[in-house]
C-alpha cells in the first residue's frame, strides 16, 4: 500500500508561483520504483496529466504547460513536487499527486485557484 499526502495549493495571482508537494510513505521500495505523476481536474472536466516522472528520472508534461511547470522527486525523501511558475487562471483545478505502478495511488488533492 501506498499512501499520498499533497500539501502548497492556494489562491494564487495570474504570474504567480505556487510549488506542491506530495509526500508517499508505505513501501519504500515499491514508491522507489514507481513514476510519479500529478494531475489536475478543473470544474465540469475530467481529470487530466499534468506531468509525470519516472523512477529513472526521465519527465513528461501535458502541453498546456511545457516551460511553466517542472517536476521533480527525491527518493531518499519520498516526495514529488510540482513548481508552477507563470500561473494562469485556466491553471486553477484540484491537483492530484499520483504514484504508477501495478495500479494507480491518489492522494486527496489540494485546490489551486489563480484568480486576481
Known amino acids: 500500500q501506498v499512501q499520498l499526502v499533497e500539501s502548497g495549493g492556494g489562491l494564487v495571482q495570474p504570474g504567480g508561483s505556487l510549488r506542491l508537494s506530495c509526500q508517499a510513505s508505505?513501501?519504500?521500495?515499491?514508491?522507489?520504483?514507481?513514476?510519479m505523476a500529478w494531475y489536475r481536474q478543473a470544474p465540469g472536466k475530467q481529470r487530466e496529466l499534468v506531468a509525470v516522472?519516472?523512477?529513472?528520472?526521465?519527465?513528461n508534461y501535458a502541453d498546456s504547460v511545457k516551460g511553466r511547470f517542472t517536476i521533480s522527486r527525491d527518493n531518499a525523501k519520498n516526495t514529488a513536487d510540482l513548481q508552477m511558475n507563470s500561473l494562469k487562471p485556466e491553471d486553477t483545478a484540484v491537483y492530484y499527486c499520483?504514484?504508477?505502478?501495478?495500479?494507480?495511488?491518489w492522494g486527496q488533492g489540494t485546490q489551486v485557484t489563480v484568480s486576481s
Open positions: 499520483a504514484a504508477l505502478g501495478g495500479g494507480v495511488y
Open positions: 508505505g513501501s519504500i521500495f515499491s514508491i522507489n520504483a514507481m513514476g
Open positions: 516522472i519516472a523512477s529513472s528520472g526521465n519527465t
